[in-house]
């Protein structure tokens, strides 16, 4: 009796199958039941029946990474197969990780052009699944995208609301009522297999089993090599006798460190394993043993039973085995898979290896998925190394300043300066070092412009003609903000020098990045015009502003000078240029990847829009404070207040904004955002007015005033005078 026949064969299930067919019914489709009882086999044979096409995302333990980030590179790692530009979109992205970024990769998804039915399953969800992930879930089951149905597999029942999706239409469900094997079930499958044996012998598998798959299995498999049952020993032992001990230590060693890996296809195989043979011992595996399979995709993988069992058996790693893990790092770093390459390295500290890595990788490539993973690899590694690898240590430390804490990365610049003013590198001169180190605190000044000046200009005659190694042309410089003066002008009184900084400087930082602020020069001078009311220099200087930004695809930019114009154009009544100014920001933002580019667009919409009071057009995160308290102040967040004061203002809620004006100037305070101030005061005199009457108004009115005249601005007095 061949015990391969019942490794191969699988019994058609036609009421599981039934259910099955209802997915494109329904945005999602849960099968919940715990480990053994089939939901994979279940969902896999009847896509591949079906032919429908699929994307399949199996999940595993998110080991030392992000359960949020591990999640979003499995799924735009799957992606990559069908569609490269789709993949690197969610890459560039990142996980959504608040509600209006969730929202805009909802909207990303819903415009994607797709003809046909797509069954995303992911597979072993309760392994990855957290509240950030659910609420990302929710949004897309509720969104009712028409051609995307999601079956999620799970041994533990998901915190969905599963109930009130269920009542409400949104989803099926296959349980494990649905997936526990009938006593028929039982005797079909032996049957199929060819198991022969007496009814009594089936009875009592039927019996000790409760239908669990697993116990199926290993019991027929057990009574083929022994011709008797063994009902007393454990699940594990039965593995072990029947799908173990009769291996010799060759295959053994094989199928502990493939529970390692967890899967792997042909290539990465004879790579790690360093043996051409290994793919005919695995197929060989595959046709004897259930628990080890070969999908669609040519992926060998173990069943998690599977690699309970194994883990269990070796629990500490020889040199051998990490060796083969030092291999799949090496596969991975050389196919350009950063997360998983560190994530191989992260797991025996191999944290030299991750620097070396870091070191000479453009700091651009390295998307939202991985920063969450460096963050954590860098909190695991002492200052010795970090110093030995200096450049690698100031690409993380700029990750932590643009995206977790400012003040946290202020902090680390002081041991770091303090260690290399007294300590030699190796490799780079100590000019390079301070050269990066300096262009780093250009984001730590970025609302200084004197400061980010003197940064640049001493980063530029250190690197003495060279380009930096940290910061190039694909960073941001406008910092979520779609008026760049904005951010600088910070002292009343001081805006003509700070312009003059701005455009007179500001080359140094463009010429030691080989091209990060191009157009920020005249860009300044235009937006100086715009609000003193040099009326007739605005367009040729934005116009300028925009081509020269464009050189080298400076984003924020563009749109700054796009802002621009469209403010101007308003105050000429050139609505129809302005019509197609809005057509074109919505194009570039239908395109943008970076999440800080995407502040900056939907900002600039928001603001053409509310000017002209077409506040329904307004972004509709732009229009809920508690959004809006979610951003990050140094994304541009107070640029904010400005656009949702005004929404507020039009709809004529005026005492709501009275008693959130108060809040809104803290946030503005926040960098000194004079232009803010200015804003904040106009609306504040006219919800004034409207609740107290016209002194009132006044009072307020003087204070934007006292602010405005000390450097001639007039454009935002322009802009709300017909609501004074």
Same mark, same amino acid.
């Given at each position: 009796?061949?015990?391969?026949?019942?490794?191969?064969?699988?019994?058609?299930?036609?009421?599981?199958?039934?259910?099955?067919?209802?997915?494109?019914?329904?945005?999602?489709?849960?099968?919940?039941?715990?480990?053994?009882?089939?939901?994979?086999?279940?969902?896999?044979?009847?896509?591949?029946?079906?032919?429908?096409?699929?994307?399949?995302?199996?999940?595993?333990?998110?080991?030392?990474?992000?359960?949020?980030?591990?999640?979003?590179?499995?799924?735009?790692?799957?992606?990559?197969?069908?569609?490269?530009?789709?993949?690197?979109?969610?890459?560039?992205?990142?996980?959504?990780?608040?509600?209006?970024?969730?929202?805009?990769?909802?909207?990303?998804?819903?415009?994607?052009?797709?003809?046909?039915?797509?069954?995303?399953?992911?597979?072993?969800?309760?392994?990855?699944?957290?509240?950030?992930?659910?609420?990302?879930?929710?949004?897309?089951?509720?969104?009712?995208?028409?051609?995307?149905?999601?079956?999620?597999?799970?041994?533990?029942?998901?915190?969905?609301?599963?109930?009130?999706?269920?009542?409400?239409?949104?989803?099926?469900?296959?349980?494990?009522?649905?997936?526990?094997?009938?006593?028929?079930?039982?005797?079909?499958?032996?049957?199929?297999?060819?198991?022969?044996?007496?009814?009594?012998?089936?009875?009592?598998?039927?019996?000790?089993?409760?239908?669990?798959?697993?116990?199926?299995?290993?019991?027929?498999?057990?009574?083929?090599?022994?011709?008797?049952?063994?009902?007393?020993?454990?699940?594990?032992?039965?593995?072990?006798?029947?799908?173990?001990?009769?291996?010799?230590?060759?295959?053994?060693?094989?199928?502990?460190?493939?529970?390692?890996?967890?899967?792997?296809?042909?290539?990465?195989?004879?790579?790690?394993?360093?043996?051409?043979?290994?793919?005919?011992?695995?197929?060989?595996?595959?046709?004897?043993?259930?628990?080890?399979?070969?999908?669609?995709?040519?992926?060998?993988?173990?069943?998690?039973? +599977?690699?309970?069992?194994?883990?269990?058996?070796?629990?500490?790693?020889?040199?051998?085995?990490?060796?083969?893990?030092?291999?799949?790092?090496?596969?991975?770093?050389?196919?350009?898979?950063?997360?998983?390459?560190?994530?191989?390295?992260?797991?025996?500290?191999?944290?030299?290896?991750?620097?070396?890595?870091?070191?000479?990788?453009?700091?651009?490539?390295?998307?939202?998925?991985?920063?969450?993973?460096?963050?954590?690899?860098?909190?695991?590694?002492?200052?010795?190394?970090?110093?030995?690898?200096?450049?690698?240590?100031?690409?993380?430390?700029?990750?932590?300043?643009?995206?977790?804490?400012?003040?946290?990365?202020?902090?680390?610049?002081?041991?770091?300066?303090?260690?290399?003013?007294?300590?030699?590198?190796?490799?780079?001169?100590?000019?390079?070092?301070?050269?990066?180190? +300096?262009?780093?605190?250009?984001?730590?000044?970025?609302?200084?412009?004197?400061?980010?000046?003197?940064?640049?200009?001493?980063?530029?005659?250190?690197?003495?003609?060279?380009?930096?190694?940290?910061?190039?042309?694909?960073?941001?410089?406008?910092?979520?903000?779609?008026?760049?003066?904005?951010?600088?002008?910070?002292?009343?009184?001081?805006?003509?020098?700070?312009?003059?900084?701005?455009?007179?400087?500001?080359?140094?930082?463009?010429?030691?990045?080989?091209?990060?602020?191009?157009?920020?020069?005249?860009?300044?001078?235009?937006?100086?015009?715009?609000?003193?009311?040099?009326?007739?220099?605005?367009?040729?200087?934005?116009?300028?502003?925009?081509?020269?930004?464009?050189?080298?695809?400076?984003?924020?930019?563009?749109?700054?000078?796009?802002?621009?114009?469209?403010?101007?154009?308003?105050?000429?009544?050139?609505?129809?240029?302005?019509?197609?100014?809005?057509?074109?920001?919505?194009?570039?933002?239908?395109?943008?990847?970076?999440?800080?580019?995407?502040?900056?667009?939907?900002?600039?919409?928001?603001?053409?829009?509310?000017?002209?009071?077409?506040?329904?057009?307004?972004?509709?995160?732009?229009?809920?404070?508690?959004?809006?308290?979610?951003?990050?102040?140094?994304?541009?967040?107070?640029?904010?207040?400005?656009?949702?004061?005004?929404?507020?203002?039009?709809?004529?809620?005026?005492?709501?904004?009275?008693?959130?004006?108060?809040?809104?100037?803290?946030?503005?305070?926040?960098?000194?955002?004079?232009?803010?101030?200015?804003?904040?005061?106009?609306?504040?005199?006219?919800?004034?007015?409207?609740?107290?009457?016209?002194?009132?108004?006044?009072?307020?009115?003087?204070?934007?005033?006292?602010?405005?005249?000390?450097?001639?601005?007039?454009?935002?007095?322009?802009?709300?005078?017909?609501?004074?």
């Amino acid at each position: 009796m061949p015990l391969n026949e019942s490794s191969t064969k699988l019994l058609t299930r036609n009421h599981v199958n039934h259910k099955l067919e209802t997915i494109l019914d329904y945005p999602v489709f849960f099968v919940i039941a715990p480990i053994g009882y089939g939901k994979t086999t279940a969902i896999s044979t009847f896509l591949e029946k079906s032919k429908y096409r699929n994307i399949w995302i199996t999940m595993h333990a998110p080991i030392d990474i992000s359960s949020n980030e591990y999640f979003w590179y499995l799924i735009a790692n799957e992606i990559k197969k069908y569609s490269l530009e789709i993949s690197d979109s969610f890459m560039d992205r990142g996980f959504p990780n608040d509600s209006i970024q969730i929202s805009r990769i909802v909207e990303f998804i819903k415009n994607i052009n797709v003809k046909e039915d797509i069954i995303v399953v992911v597979d072993d969800y309760h392994l990855i699944e957290n509240e950030k992930i659910n609420l990302l879930m929710k949004s897309l089951i509720y969104e009712r995208i028409p051609w995307l149905h999601i079956i999620l597999s799970s041994r533990t029942i998901p915190d969905l609301a599963i109930q009130e999706l269920y009542f409400k239409g949104y989803c099926n469900q296959i349980n494990i009522k649905d997936l526990t094997f009938t006593n028929n079930e039982v005797k079909r499958y032996l049957r199929l297999v060819n198991f022969k044996a007496n009814e009594k012998i089936e009875q009592k598998i039927c019996e000790y089993s409760n239908g669990w798959f697993p116990a199926i299995y290993l019991m027929q498999a057990y009574y083929r090599q022994n011709l008797k049952l063994n009902t007393k020993n454990s699940i594990y032992s039965l593995i072990k006798f029947s799908f173990f001990d009769k291996y010799d230590e060759t295959i053994k060693m094989l199928l502990i460190n493939l529970s390692i890996l967890e899967n792997v296809n042909a290539d990465q195989a004879v790579y790690i394993f360093e043996n051409d043979a290994v793919i005919d011992i695995l197929n060989k595996l595959c046709q004897e043993n259930a628990f080890i399979t070969i999908d669609h995709q040519s992926t060998y993988r173990l069943h998690h039973i +599977y690699i309970d069992f194994l883990t269990e058996l070796k629990k500490e790693w020889d040199d051998e085995t990490i060796k083969i893990i030092q291999r799949a790092a090496r596969w991975f770093s050389n196919h350009g898979d950063n997360i998983l390459a560190f994530k191989y390295w992260f797991l025996i500290k191999d944290f030299k290896s991750i620097l070396q890595e870091l070191e000479s990788e453009d700091r651009n490539s390295i998307n939202f998925v991985d920063r969450d993973l460096i963050i954590q690899i860098f909190e695991s590694v002492d200052n010795e190394l970090k110093y030995q690898y200096p450049i690698a240590t100031l690409k993380y430390i700029l990750i932590i300043i643009l995206y977790k804490d400012r003040n946290l990365g202020k902090e680390m610049i002081v041991p770091f300066k303090h260690y290399f003013d007294s300590h030699t590198h190796p490799k780079y001169h100590k000019n390079r070092i301070f050269a990066e180190l +300096y262009l780093l605190c250009t984001s730590l000044s970025f609302n200084n412009a004197r400061l980010s000046a003197y940064f640049s200009r001493q980063a530029y005659h250190l690197l003495d003609g060279e380009y930096s190694i940290t910061m190039n042309r694909h960073d941001v410089i406008a910092h979520g903000f779609p008026h760049f003066t904005y951010a600088y002008f910070k002292q009343p009184g001081e805006y003509k020098e700070t312009v003059k900084t701005l455009s007179n400087d500001f080359i140094y930082l463009t010429k030691a990045t080989n091209g990060l602020g191009m157009g920020c020069d005249i860009l300044s001078k235009a937006e100086y015009s715009l609000e003193t009311g040099s009326f007739d220099d605005v367009e040729s200087q934005s116009l300028a502003a925009f081509y020269k930004s464009s050189i080298f695809r400076q984003t924020c930019l563009q749109v700054c000078a796009k802002l621009n114009l469209a403010r101007l154009f308003i105050l000429q009544g050139r609505l129809e240029d302005v019509s197609d100014i809005l057509k074109e920001l919505n194009d570039m933002r239908r395109l943008e990847k970076n999440t800080i580019n995407l502040d900056v667009l939907d900002n600039c919409i928001g603001y053409i829009n509310a000017t002209l009071t077409n506040h329904f057009d307004v972004a509709d995160w732009l229009q809920n404070i508690d959004l809006i308290f979610e951003r990050p102040i140094y994304q541009g967040a107070s640029f904010i207040y400005i656009i949702y004061g005004k929404v507020l203002i039009l709809k004529g809620e005026y005492l709501k904004f009275d008693q959130l004006s108060d809040v809104f100037h803290q946030q503005i305070s926040v960098f000194q955002n004079q232009l803010g101030f200015i804003h904040n005061y106009i609306y504040k005199a006219i919800a004034r007015y409207h609740l107290n009457g016209i002194e009132s108004g006044a009072a307020m009115l003087q204070k934007a005033f006292n602010i405005a005249l000390q450097d001639d601005i007039i454009m935002p007095f322009i802009e709300n005078g017909f609501m004074l």
